[in-house]
C-alpha cells in the first residue's frame, strides 16, 4: 500500500468522504487522491515522493507559485510578534490601502476568513441597504457554501430557485432566482417580473467555477445598467478572478464598476483571507457604524494578512499578467493543435493564467453548454496527465491555474504532456 492509500484509508474512517472540501476527492475523475507534504514553486511533492507540475495552484491562490521565499519570509517576520492579537492591528490598514489602490470601485473593505465568508455578507449588506430580500445569480456561477447561495435554477427561468444541497430551507432558495449567464434578456424580464424587489445582482464576472466562461460583449455592461435603473446592488464575486487575472480583476479588464466586490484566494498569499467591499455608502451600513451585522474573531489575522500584503506588493513590483497571458497562449496552443491534428472538437478559452478545456464543437457561453460538453474525455486526459507529473484539477468542471513559477520548464513540458495526452485518446 502506497503512503496516499494508507493515509486515505485512516482519513475515510474519521472525515466524511476523506476530505475536508469534496472536489479534493477525485470523484468526478475517478481514482484516489494522492496526499501531498511539500509545494514548492510550481510543484508537489506526494507522500510518495513523485513531483508533480501543478495546475491546481491550491485553486487559485497561489499566483506567484508555492512557499514564495517573499512571503514565507513575511510570514516568518510576523510570527515573531505573535499569532492573533483580537484587536486592530498595522497590517489591516496597510491591506485596506492595497486594496482600494488596487480596486478603485472599493472605497472602504472588511477583511474576513474566506470567500464564502465575504459573498455571504456582502449579501446580508445589500439586503440591509436595500431594504429588499430577493437576489439573482447565474446558473454555474460558484459564491461559496452560504444558504443563500448554494441555489440552482428553477423549472423555468423566471421562477425562484430550488436548494442546490440539503440543508438549504426551501424559503431562503425562494429569495434567490437563478439566471442563465450572458443572456441580458433574461436579466431584463427578471427585474420585470420582480419590480422593487431585487436587493442584489451576484456573478462572477468571467465565471471560473464550471471551466472558464468570459463575459460576452456587452454583458456585463448590461448587469451594471439593469442594477442601476433597478436601484439593485451589484456584487461582483471576484474571489477567483481579483488579482489573478488583472490587479483589479475582471473590473478593470472590462472597465465596468460594481457597488460591492468580494476577493479571497490570491488576497491570502496561501493562508485563509477573504476581503468585501465598494461603496462608502453601503460599506458604512456595516456595524458598529450602522445595523448590518458582520464580524470574525481572527479576521484581519497578523499572519495572514502579513502573508496576503506580500503577495500584492509583489504583483505591485513585478506586474506578471503579460508574461502569465504568454504562458496560458503556449498551453492553449499546445492543446488546440494536438486537437485539430488528431480531429477532435476541442475549446480552451483562456484569459491570463486561467484556462480550461471542453471537449465540444461550439465555445461555451453558459451553465447548460458547460454540461453538454464531453466531460468522459476530460477523466481521460487528466489521467494521461497525472502519469505523466502533470496535476490538472481533478474535474472537468474547473478551470486550471498558471503561476509565475511555472515560466520556463514547467510549461513547456506540461505542453508536450498534454498535447501527447489528447493525442493519445
Ligand atoms: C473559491 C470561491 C469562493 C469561495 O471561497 P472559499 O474561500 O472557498 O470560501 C467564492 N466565490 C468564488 C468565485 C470562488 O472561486
Not at 476581503?275 to 458598529?288: N, S, T, V
Not at 480550461?356 to 494521461?384: G, N
Not at 520548464?409 to 493519445?424: L, M, N, S
Request: hydrophobic residues 45%.
Amino acid at each position: 500500500m502506497s503512503v496516499s492509500e494508507d493515509l486515505f484509508a485512516r482519513a475515510l474512517r474519521l472525515i466524511p468522504g476523506g476530505v475536508n472540501s469534496p472536489v479534493r476527492a477525485f470523484r468526478s475523475v475517478g481514482g484516489a487522491p494522492f496526499f501531498v507534504t511539500r509545494a514548492q514553486g510550481a510543484s508537489l511533492t506526494t507522500a510518495d515522493g513523485r513531483e508533480l507540475t501543478d495546475f491546481v495552484c491550491t485553486w487559485g491562490p497561489a499566483l506567484h507559485g508555492h512557499n514564495h521565499p517573499r512571503i514565507k519570509a513575511a510570514i516568518a517576520a510576523a510570527l515573531e510578534n505573535g499569532t492573533s492579537f483580537g484587536t486592530p492591528n498595522p497590517y489591516e490598514v496597510e491591506m485596506a490601502e492595497l486594496i482600494v489602490r488596487f480596486f478603485p470601485s472599493i472605497q472602504k473593505v472588511r477583511m474576513c476568513n474566506s470567500g464564502t465568508e465575504a459573498t455571504m455578507s456582502a449579501v446580508r449588506l445589500a439586503r440591509g441597504f436595500t431594504g429588499r430580500d430577493k437576489i439573482i445569480k447565474f446558473a454555474g456561477c460558484y459564491h461559496g457554501h452560504s444558504d443563500s447561495l448554494l441555489v440552482k435554477a428553477g423549472s423555468g427561468a423566471l421562477t425562484h430557485g430550488h436548494p442546490d444541497s440539503a440543508g438549504v430551507p426551501a424559503a431562503f432558495a425562494r429569495e434567490t432566482i437563478v439566471l442563465p449567464f450572458n443572456d441580458p434578456a433574461a436579466l431584463a424580464a427578471a427585474f420585470a417580473a420582480n419590480p422593487g424587489a431585487i436587493a442584489a445582482v451576484i456573478l462572477e464576472p468571467y465565471i471560473g467555477n464550471v471551466g472558464l466562461i468570459p463575459a460576452q460583449p456587452g454583458w456585463l455592461a448590461a448587469v451594471r445598467a439593469a442594477c442601476t435603473a433597478h436601484g439593485a446592488v451589484l456584487i461582483f464575486d471576484e474571489v477567483m478572478t481579483g488579482f489573478r487575472l488583472a490587479r483589479g480583476g475582471v473590473q478593470e479588464l472590462e472597465g465596468i464598476v460594481p457597488d460591492l466586490t468580494c476577493l479571497g484566494k490570491v488576497i491570502g498569499g496561501g493562508l485563509p483571507v477573504g476581503a468585501f467591499g465598494g461603496r462608502a455608502d453601503i460599506m458604512d451600513l456595516l456595524a458598529p457604524l450602522g445595523p448590518v451585522y458582520q464580524a470574525g474573531t481572527l479576521s484581519g489575522n497578523p499572519l495572514a494578512l502579513a502573508a496576503g500584503i506580500a503577495a500584492l506588493r509583489l504583483i505591485d513590483e513585478a506586474d506578471p499578467y503579460a508574461r502569465l497571458d504568454r504562458l496560458g497562449r503556449q498551453i492553449r496552443d499546445a492543446a488546440l493543435g494536438a486537437a485539430r491534428a488528431k480531429g477532435l472538437a476541442l475549446q480552451v478559452p483562456q484569459v491570463g493564467s486561467m484556462f480550461s478545456f471542453f471537449f465540444s464543437a461550439t465555445p461555451v457561453r453558459d451553465y447548460a453548454q458547460a454540461l453538454a460538453a464531453d466531460a468522459a474525455v476530460f477523466k481521460r486526459i487528466f489521467h494521461a496527465c497525472l502519469a505523466q507529473g502533470v496535476y490538472l484539477p481533478p474535474s472537468a468542471y474547473e478551470a486550471c491555474f498558471i503561476s509565475t513559477a511555472h515560466e520556463g520548464a514547467a510549461v513547456d513540458r506540461a505542453c508536450t504532456v498534454i498535447a501527447g495526452a489528447i493525442t493519445g485518446l
